[in-house]
Protein backbone atom coordinates (compact mmCIF):
# COMPACT_ATOMS: atom_id res chain seq x y z
CA UNK A 1 0.00 0.00 0.00
CA UNK A 2 1.26 3.57 -0.48
CA UNK A 3 2.34 5.71 1.93
CA UNK A 4 -0.25 8.06 3.73
CA UNK A 5 0.36 11.77 3.84
CA UNK A 6 1.99 12.53 6.45
CA UNK A 7 0.17 16.26 7.16
CA UNK A 8 -3.55 14.79 7.51
CA UNK A 9 -2.27 12.21 9.40
CA UNK A 10 -1.16 14.26 12.18
CA UNK A 11 -4.20 16.29 12.59
CA UNK A 12 -6.80 13.63 12.13
CA UNK A 13 -4.73 12.10 15.47
CA UNK A 14 -4.74 15.56 16.70
CA UNK A 15 -8.81 15.93 16.28
CA UNK A 16 -9.34 11.86 17.28
CA UNK A 17 -7.40 12.23 20.67
CA UNK A 18 -4.49 10.12 19.98
CA UNK A 19 -0.61 10.48 19.06
CA UNK A 20 0.79 8.82 16.17
CA UNK A 21 3.82 6.31 17.37
CA UNK A 22 7.15 7.32 15.61
CA UNK A 23 9.95 4.69 15.90
CA UNK A 24 13.50 5.35 15.06
CA UNK A 25 14.29 2.68 12.32
CA UNK A 26 18.16 2.68 12.49
CA UNK A 27 18.40 -1.28 10.99
CA UNK A 28 15.92 -3.69 8.95
CA UNK A 29 15.50 -5.66 12.41
CA UNK A 30 13.71 -2.43 13.95
CA UNK A 31 11.83 -1.80 10.80
CA UNK A 32 10.12 -5.28 11.09
CA UNK A 33 9.74 -5.50 14.58
CA UNK A 34 7.88 -1.82 14.48
CA UNK A 35 5.62 -2.93 11.27
CA UNK A 36 4.83 -6.26 13.08
CA UNK A 37 4.11 -4.06 16.36
CA UNK A 38 1.90 -1.72 14.48
CA UNK A 39 0.68 -5.10 12.64
CA UNK A 40 -0.55 -6.76 15.57
CA UNK A 41 -2.16 -3.41 17.30
CA UNK A 42 -3.93 -2.58 13.93
CA UNK A 43 -2.19 1.03 14.74
CA UNK A 44 -1.13 3.51 11.95
CA UNK A 45 3.04 4.29 12.47
CA UNK A 46 5.13 6.97 11.43
CA UNK A 47 8.75 5.90 10.81
CA UNK A 48 11.58 7.95 11.76
CA UNK A 49 15.08 8.65 10.28
CA UNK A 50 18.23 10.77 11.78
CA UNK A 51 19.80 12.17 8.94
CA UNK A 52 22.63 12.84 11.07
CA UNK A 53 23.34 9.36 12.29
CA UNK A 54 22.54 7.31 9.31
CA UNK A 55 24.78 9.41 6.72
CA UNK A 56 24.26 9.54 3.09
CA UNK A 57 24.99 5.83 2.07
CA UNK A 58 23.32 4.69 4.63
CA UNK A 59 20.27 7.12 4.18
CA UNK A 60 19.98 6.00 0.68
CA UNK A 61 19.68 2.25 1.36
CA UNK A 62 17.84 2.37 4.73
CA UNK A 63 14.63 4.63 2.93
CA UNK A 64 14.72 2.15 0.16
CA UNK A 65 13.99 -0.55 2.49
CA UNK A 66 11.52 1.37 4.35
CA UNK A 67 9.69 2.20 1.08
CA UNK A 68 9.79 -1.32 -0.12
CA UNK A 69 8.47 -2.52 3.29
CA UNK A 70 5.59 0.21 3.47
CA UNK A 71 4.55 -0.74 0.02
CA UNK A 72 3.92 -4.62 1.23
CA UNK A 73 1.99 -3.46 4.66
CA UNK A 74 -1.77 -2.18 4.85
CA UNK A 75 -1.16 0.27 7.39
CA UNK A 76 -1.21 3.52 7.06
CA UNK A 77 2.51 4.83 7.45
CA UNK A 78 4.36 7.71 6.53
CA UNK A 79 8.14 8.64 6.62
CA UNK A 80 9.78 11.30 9.13
CA UNK A 81 13.37 12.29 8.69
CA UNK A 82 14.80 14.35 11.50
CA UNK A 83 17.60 16.40 12.14
CA UNK A 84 18.02 17.63 7.91
CA UNK A 85 20.46 20.34 8.41
CA UNK A 86 19.95 22.04 4.79
CA UNK A 87 17.61 22.40 2.47
CA UNK A 88 19.71 20.26 -0.08
CA UNK A 89 19.12 17.45 2.82
CA UNK A 90 16.13 17.92 2.48
CA UNK A 91 15.06 18.09 -1.38
CA UNK A 92 17.20 14.80 -1.14
CA UNK A 93 15.20 13.01 1.53
CA UNK A 94 11.82 13.51 -0.13
CA UNK A 95 13.67 12.50 -3.31
CA UNK A 96 14.51 9.27 -1.65
CA UNK A 97 10.60 8.82 -0.35
CA UNK A 98 10.34 10.62 2.73
CA UNK A 99 6.66 12.61 3.43
CA UNK A 100 7.77 14.34 6.08
CA UNK A 101 10.71 16.80 7.56
CA UNK A 102 11.97 18.07 10.55
CA UNK A 103 14.66 20.57 9.72
CA UNK A 104 17.33 21.96 11.76
CA UNK A 105 18.63 25.11 10.75
CA UNK A 106 18.77 29.15 10.81
CA UNK A 107 15.38 31.44 9.79
CA UNK A 108 16.54 32.08 6.14
CA UNK A 109 17.20 28.02 5.09
CA UNK A 110 13.70 27.24 6.78
CA UNK A 111 11.99 29.71 4.82
CA UNK A 112 13.96 28.38 1.35
CA UNK A 113 12.98 24.83 2.23
CA UNK A 114 9.07 25.80 3.12
CA UNK A 115 8.80 27.22 0.11
CA UNK A 116 10.20 24.10 -1.37
CA UNK A 117 8.57 21.55 0.57
CA UNK A 118 4.94 23.44 -0.44
CA UNK A 119 5.96 22.56 -3.91
CA UNK A 120 6.32 19.12 -3.54
CA UNK A 121 3.23 18.81 -0.94
CA UNK A 122 5.32 17.55 1.86
CA UNK A 123 4.80 18.78 5.36
CA UNK A 124 7.79 20.26 6.85
CA UNK A 125 8.99 20.67 10.56
CA UNK A 126 10.77 22.49 12.56
CA UNK A 127 12.30 22.88 16.44
CA UNK A 128 10.63 24.90 18.71
CA UNK A 129 11.58 26.22 22.24
CA UNK A 130 8.83 27.88 23.71
CA UNK A 131 10.02 28.87 26.84
CA UNK A 132 12.18 31.04 24.97
CA UNK A 133 10.60 31.67 21.27
CA UNK A 134 7.20 33.21 22.22
CA UNK A 135 5.92 32.60 18.53
CA UNK A 136 7.61 29.91 16.29
CA UNK A 137 8.78 30.08 13.02
CA UNK A 138 6.20 30.91 10.32
CA UNK A 139 5.32 28.53 7.51
CA UNK A 140 6.06 25.64 9.52
CA UNK A 141 3.13 22.73 9.20
CA UNK A 142 4.60 21.25 12.98
CA UNK A 143 6.74 21.68 15.50
CA UNK A 144 9.10 19.53 17.08
CA UNK A 145 9.62 20.52 20.92
CA UNK A 146 11.46 18.75 24.09
CA UNK A 147 9.52 16.32 26.13
CA UNK A 148 10.08 18.56 29.34
CA UNK A 149 8.70 21.09 27.30
CA UNK A 150 6.14 19.50 26.38
CA UNK A 151 4.43 18.49 29.72
CA UNK A 152 4.15 22.67 30.08
CA UNK A 153 2.72 23.57 26.66
CA UNK A 154 -0.65 25.53 27.19
CA UNK A 155 -3.31 23.50 25.45
CA UNK A 156 -4.39 26.10 22.73
CA UNK A 157 -0.57 26.11 21.55
CA UNK A 158 -1.22 22.15 20.70
CA UNK A 159 -4.69 24.05 18.61
CA UNK A 160 -2.63 25.55 16.53
CA UNK A 161 -0.63 23.80 14.67
CA UNK A 162 0.25 19.89 15.62
CA UNK A 163 3.42 19.77 18.05
CA UNK A 164 5.51 16.29 18.18
CA UNK A 165 8.46 15.01 20.58
CA UNK A 166 10.72 13.20 18.73
CA UNK A 167 12.29 11.32 21.77
CA UNK A 168 10.07 11.22 24.09
CA UNK A 169 11.56 7.80 25.49
CA UNK A 170 12.14 9.48 29.04
CA UNK A 171 8.43 10.08 29.65
CA UNK A 172 4.84 8.15 29.43
CA UNK A 173 3.37 8.94 26.67
CA UNK A 174 -0.27 9.16 27.99
CA UNK A 175 0.47 12.21 29.58
CA UNK A 176 1.69 14.11 26.51
CA UNK A 177 -1.25 12.51 24.43
CA UNK A 178 -3.65 14.22 27.39
CA UNK A 179 -1.84 17.90 25.97
CA UNK A 180 -2.92 17.42 22.96
CA UNK A 181 0.45 16.37 21.52
CA UNK A 182 -0.02 14.85 17.51
CA UNK A 183 3.21 12.42 17.12
CA UNK A 184 5.22 10.72 19.93
CA UNK A 185 8.36 9.61 19.06
CA UNK A 186 10.09 6.12 21.01
CA UNK A 187 13.89 6.95 20.90
CA UNK A 188 16.07 4.35 21.02
CA UNK A 189 15.80 3.97 25.10
CA UNK A 190 12.42 1.52 24.01
CA UNK A 191 13.49 -1.94 23.10
CA UNK A 192 11.72 -3.56 20.45
CA UNK A 193 10.05 -5.80 22.44
CA UNK A 194 8.30 -2.49 23.85
CA UNK A 195 7.28 -0.86 20.69
CA UNK A 196 3.57 -2.57 20.94
CA UNK A 197 3.37 -0.84 24.67
CA UNK A 198 4.51 2.17 22.94
CA UNK A 199 1.69 2.30 20.29
CA UNK A 200 -1.06 1.55 23.12
CA UNK A 201 0.15 4.35 25.05
CA UNK A 202 0.06 6.71 22.49
CA UNK A 203 -3.94 5.86 22.19
CA UNK A 204 -3.05 4.50 18.36
CA UNK A 205 -4.16 0.64 18.55
CA UNK A 206 -7.10 0.04 16.78
CA UNK A 207 -6.68 3.58 15.13
CA UNK A 208 -5.13 2.12 11.83
CA UNK A 209 -8.66 1.63 9.31
CA UNK A 210 -10.05 5.12 10.64
CA UNK A 211 -6.57 6.79 9.52
CA UNK A 212 -6.85 4.83 6.16
CA UNK A 213 -10.30 6.25 5.31
CA UNK A 214 -9.41 9.79 6.15
CA UNK A 215 -6.34 10.43 5.09
CA UNK A 216 -4.87 10.65 1.19
CA UNK A 217 -2.17 8.52 0.05
CA UNK A 218 0.57 9.92 -1.35
CA UNK A 219 0.34 9.74 -4.85
CA UNK A 220 3.33 9.51 -7.60
CA UNK A 221 2.89 10.95 -10.68
CA UNK A 222 4.74 9.73 -14.56
CA UNK A 223 5.63 12.20 -16.37
CA UNK A 224 5.29 10.88 -19.35
CA UNK A 225 6.98 12.33 -22.80
CA UNK A 226 7.77 10.56 -26.18
CA UNK A 227 9.28 12.30 -28.97
CA UNK A 228 11.57 12.25 -31.75
CA UNK A 229 14.21 14.78 -32.37
CA UNK A 230 15.42 16.93 -35.68
CA UNK A 231 17.32 14.97 -38.18
CA UNK A 232 20.18 17.98 -37.23
CA UNK A 233 19.85 16.68 -33.42
CA UNK A 234 19.78 13.04 -33.79
CA UNK A 235 23.31 12.80 -33.82
CA UNK A 236 23.57 14.78 -30.11
CA UNK A 237 20.42 12.32 -28.67
CA UNK A 238 22.92 10.49 -26.25
CA UNK A 239 23.84 13.98 -24.93
CA UNK A 240 20.51 15.45 -24.62
CA UNK A 241 19.38 12.84 -22.23
CA UNK A 242 22.35 12.68 -20.40
CA UNK A 243 22.44 16.29 -19.68
CA UNK A 244 18.20 16.11 -18.75
CA UNK A 245 18.54 13.76 -16.78
CA UNK A 246 21.83 15.11 -14.82
CA UNK A 247 19.93 18.88 -14.50
CA UNK A 248 16.06 18.03 -14.33
CA UNK A 249 16.89 15.20 -11.16
CA UNK A 250 18.17 18.16 -8.98
CA UNK A 251 14.85 19.76 -9.33
CA UNK A 252 12.74 19.36 -5.69
CA UNK A 253 9.72 16.79 -5.93
CA UNK A 254 11.82 14.64 -8.78
CA UNK A 255 12.55 10.91 -7.59
CA UNK A 256 13.52 9.72 -10.79
CA UNK A 257 14.36 10.23 -14.61
CA UNK A 258 14.95 7.73 -16.99
CA UNK A 259 15.07 7.98 -20.33
CA UNK A 260 14.26 5.48 -23.10
CA UNK A 261 14.33 4.54 -26.97
CA UNK A 262 12.26 2.49 -28.78
CA UNK A 263 12.87 -0.95 -29.90
CA UNK A 264 11.02 -0.89 -33.28
CA UNK A 265 13.05 1.34 -35.81
CA UNK A 266 9.94 2.18 -37.40
CA UNK A 267 7.88 3.27 -33.75
CA UNK A 268 6.16 6.48 -34.30
CA UNK A 269 8.04 8.30 -31.40
CA UNK A 270 11.86 7.36 -30.98
CA UNK A 271 12.67 8.54 -27.64
CA UNK A 272 10.94 8.93 -24.54
CA UNK A 273 11.42 10.45 -21.25
CA UNK A 274 10.11 8.99 -17.66
CA UNK A 275 10.49 12.11 -14.94
CA UNK A 276 8.53 10.55 -11.31
CA UNK A 277 7.22 13.00 -9.42
CA UNK A 278 6.14 13.10 -5.51
CA UNK A 279 2.38 14.13 -6.26
CA UNK A 280 0.60 16.24 -8.73
CA UNK A 281 1.59 19.59 -7.08
CA UNK A 282 4.97 18.87 -8.27
CA UNK A 283 3.93 19.42 -11.88
CA UNK A 284 3.36 22.79 -11.57
CA UNK A 285 6.73 23.56 -9.27
CA UNK A 286 8.53 21.58 -12.22
CA UNK A 287 7.33 23.31 -15.07
CA UNK A 288 8.02 26.35 -13.52
CA UNK A 289 11.25 25.84 -11.69
CA UNK A 290 14.60 27.86 -13.51
CA UNK A 291 16.35 24.48 -14.13
CA UNK A 292 13.92 22.77 -16.17
CA UNK A 293 12.87 26.34 -18.56
CA UNK A 294 16.81 26.25 -19.18
CA UNK A 295 16.93 22.77 -19.99
CA UNK A 296 13.90 22.98 -21.94
CA UNK A 297 14.42 25.68 -24.01
CA UNK A 298 18.04 25.50 -24.80
CA UNK A 299 17.93 21.67 -25.03
CA UNK A 300 14.88 19.85 -25.40
CA UNK A 301 11.99 22.22 -27.02
CA UNK A 302 13.93 23.69 -30.25
CA UNK A 303 14.81 19.85 -31.20
CA UNK A 304 11.89 18.17 -30.03
CA UNK A 305 9.13 19.88 -31.89
CA UNK A 306 7.32 16.67 -32.81
CA UNK A 307 6.61 14.99 -28.73
CA UNK A 308 3.54 13.97 -27.16
CA UNK A 309 3.29 15.05 -23.14
CA UNK A 310 1.43 13.05 -20.59
CA UNK A 311 0.69 12.60 -16.53
CA UNK A 312 -0.22 9.85 -15.01
CA UNK A 313 -1.21 8.93 -11.46
CA UNK A 314 0.57 5.94 -10.15
Request: aromatic content about 4%; hydrophobic content about 50%; glycine content about 8%.
Amino acid sequence: MPLQQLGPMLHQAQAQGFALPACRVTDLNTLDAALRAADQCDAPLVLQVDAASAGPPGLTLLLAAIEAAAADSVLPLAILLDQARSRAEAIEAIRLGCTGLLLEADAAELAAAVEMARGCDIPLGGRWDPDRDADAAAGLDFLALEAAAATRIRPDRTRQRPLLVGDASGQEPAPLVQQGLALLGMGLAVSTAQIGDWIRGCGAADKAAGLRRACPLMQPVEHLIIYNLSLEAEPRAAEIMAQGRKVLSQIPGVRRVLTGTALKQDAQFQLCWLVRFTGPSVIASYRDHPLHVEYADTWFRPYAADRISIDYLL
